[in-house]
């Protein structure tokens, strides 16, 4: 970090994209020119190598993301997403009386928004607005079309705050576009949630609206192609940049946090490379995604780290750059990763699809799918191909402890937990 003064409290404005592919950034590889302001965000602050999302799917991520605590300690976090068939739960959801990201930071004074997708149940019995965020406008679900905006079932999926709005316009377009305009009028300091749905199927950049009126089901099957999707980002990039505009205008960008990442791995047309493995797998495709943090008052540009972070984290460095305190009766799983010292510590994941465990620590992964095990050193080997348990039966018996001693201090998969899966199972290593 930059040394100097003490500042004021910091702004955040928080970035995800949904089904992104680890390499799909030039920042991080990538092939394709899609993320030219992405680009100049990782030069301006800094880049995350071994940053990972909490699930390979994305509600249980989200739960995560607001909660600062493993997402299997709430009953929603189970299911591998919530489908969009639950409309109307009152189990399936963000527990309003939790304390949340945006609860705890408006609590400190902070004007909080979210803009884009919720994803963690429906009205009357959920909502952002029922979990600390003072404005709203973007879906409820997990995914829908970019121009009809209706989500899985057919069912119309865009609101304003706890109303349903019918905006015409392509959606990306609509989130980057409310995203500036929260910037210009917002009091400062605020928390701005920019979640959206790019490059989420159906396959859709801002010309294919005819493509939109073609399709009866969103998940899309028959289209979209490496070109189509690449435009999509690029226009999640280019609304970005809007964005950042909107905070240069507003005179807070020196001052503001702003954090890209997405919710878990990419999907049938993005890129992971050298990664294996896509959105629901837990081999690194399926879970490490791309980290880009940006603070000009306080971090020196050009940067780059390994320090392993989750996405639960974001919650305990927010709270320590705003100065705001957790709340004692939900104590956080995550930990700050603004703090002036790298930090050695274990991550977890668990999921019911392919009864899939795995856990990481320092350079070794252990790995765990439909009951055959693995042992990986990912610092030789981040592609996953070279099984090395029998090699090294202790760090394997290590490893797979650490993992089971985890796995007994968080409630187990509920039997009435769900996954959903519209596309087949991605490359999955052999067993031995």
């Known amino acids: 970090m930059k040394p100097g003064s003490s500042l004021t409290k910091p702004n955040f404005v928080f970035i995800m994209a949904d089904d992104l592919g680890y390499a799909d950034l030039g920042c991080y590889g990538g092939r394709l020119a899609c993320s030219p302001v992405l680009d100049g965000m990782a030069r301006d602050g800094v880049r995350f190598t071994q940053g990972y999302a909490n699930s390979s799917v994305c509600s249980p991520t989200r739960f995560a993301l607001m909660t600062g605590r493993w997402q299997h300690r709430l009953r929603g976090g189970a299911d591998e997403p919530i489908s969009s068939g639950e409309r109307g739960s009152a189990i399936l959801g963000l527990p309003p009386a939790h304390p949340t990201l945006p609860s705890l930071l408006a609590a400190a004074g902070y004007q909080t928004a979210l803009i884009g997708k919720w994803h963690l149940g429906w009205p009357p019995h959920f909502g952002p607005l029922k979990s600390g965020y003072q404005e709203f406008y973007g879906a409820m679900s997990g995914g829908l079309d970019y121009f009809t905006h209706r989500d899985s079932h057919g069912a119309h999926d865009l609101w304003d705050g706890e109303r349903e709005c019918h905006d015409a316009g392509y959606l990306t377009d609509l989130f980057s576009a409310k995203a500036a305009a929260f910037i210009g009028r917002a009091r400062q300091p605020f928390l701005l ?13 801002r010309e294919d609206e005819a493509e939109a009126r073609r399709i009866e089901k969103i998940f899309h099957t028959d289209g979209g192609s490496v070109h189509t999707y690449a435009s999509m980002i690029r226009q999640m990039d280019e609304g970005i940049g809007q964005v950042l505009q909107a905070l240069r205008a507003a ?4 001052n503001t946090i702003v954090v890209f990442t997405s919710d878990n791995g990419g999907e049938r047309y993005s890129d992971t490379w050298p990664l294996l493995g896509k959105k629901m797998d837990l081999l690194e495709g399926g879970i490490r995604v791309p980290y880009i943090v940006r603070w000009p008052a306080r971090i020196q540009p050009g940067r780059t780290t ?3 972070a989750i996405t639960m ?11 705001a305190s957790a709340d004692s009766r939900y104590p956080l799983d995550g930990i700050d990763l603004l703090a002036e010292k790298p930090v050695e510590r274990d991550l977890f994941w668990r999921m019911k699809f392919r009864a899939q465990r795995a856990a990481r620590s320092g350079d070794w992964k252990y790995l765990s799918i439909e009951g055959h095990e693995y042992l990986f050193n990912l610092a030789r080997d981040e592609r996953e191909r070279a099984n090395v348990r ?6 394997f018996a290590e490893m797979k402890n650490k993992y089971l001693a985890w796995e007994a201090s968080v409630p187990p998969i509920p039997d009435d937990a769900k996954f959903s899966l519209v596309y087949g199972p991605a490359d999955l290593p052999q067993p031995s």
């Open 193 to 205: 949630s920019l979640h959206y749905n790019a490059p989420h199927w159906p396959w859709e950049t």
């Open 251 to 254: 005179g807070a960008e020196e």
């Open 306 to 308: 390994a320090q392993l």
């Open 313 to 323: 984290d974001w919650v305990p460095t927010f709270l320590a750059a705003a100065g």
């Open 390 to 395: 029998k090699r090294y039966p202790e760090k």
